[in-house]
């Protein structure tokens, strides 16, 4: 049957006010986690001295940024879990994108016990790290076992909550008819696979590993946008069968 387009429905007017709430937290999310560590490494390994010193005044506090980036990363994800859930109600497509997103949630509380202990820990990653940031993770292995573990753990279901948002806004692309939304479900997955490579090396030789780097903060920063952008004001008309 083919589709039209009806009123929305308030679970489609609560759920998109859910998925904005999601973008909005992983808007602030990104700039905690990802661009302000990456503008400081950069400071650190190309402009050193004082506080951009690798150091463990900068570490702390690079620690510090990821523990809370990684809090408002979760409750994005919890914003973005609810919503889907509200519209799986009433459409069967997001599901799927529901369940991705509880895993996810359950790998940042991971990363969150992650970064709590490499808050405890800079003083021995300072002298094991010896200027170099990609040593972070082989230094938390030796030093913290338990730490990096968790960490690697925590990455990999967050990384599966990722690609329960890239389905469920890709779905919500669809029953909104909203093509902002289907951008932002493309850089969410552009994400996904740019953050691949740079993980992977730190635990293997990765080349030009660090070029990938580059881009995280603003592909991090580009999607929740696009997704705010796409269903903070709801469309007045649903696609539905």
Known sequence: MAESPVAPRPEDLKGAGRLALGGALGIAAAAVTLLLPSVFLYLSLYAP???????STLLQTLSLLVLVGAILF?????????????LRKIDPRFAVASVLCLIGS????LVVVAAAVLLGSTSSLVTCIHGQPSHALSCLKSGQPLGAYTAVIGFWLGWLGGVGIVVGLSSAGRR???GV??????????????????FLALVYVVPDQQYL??????LALIAPILTFAGSHVPPPTVRRA
């Open 49 to 55: 001295g004082g506080f951009f010193s690798l150091g």
């Open 181 to 198: 939304l289907y951008g932002g479900a493309a850089f969410y997955a552009l994400l996904l696979l740019v953050l691949v490579g740079p």
């Open 213 to 218: 780097l580059l881009v995280v903060p603003f």
């Open 74 to 86: 979760l409750i994005s994800l919890f914003a973005y879990r609810l919503g889907f859930a509200t």
């Open 106 to 109: 359950l790998g940042f509380l």
């Open 176 to 178: 909104f008819a909203r």
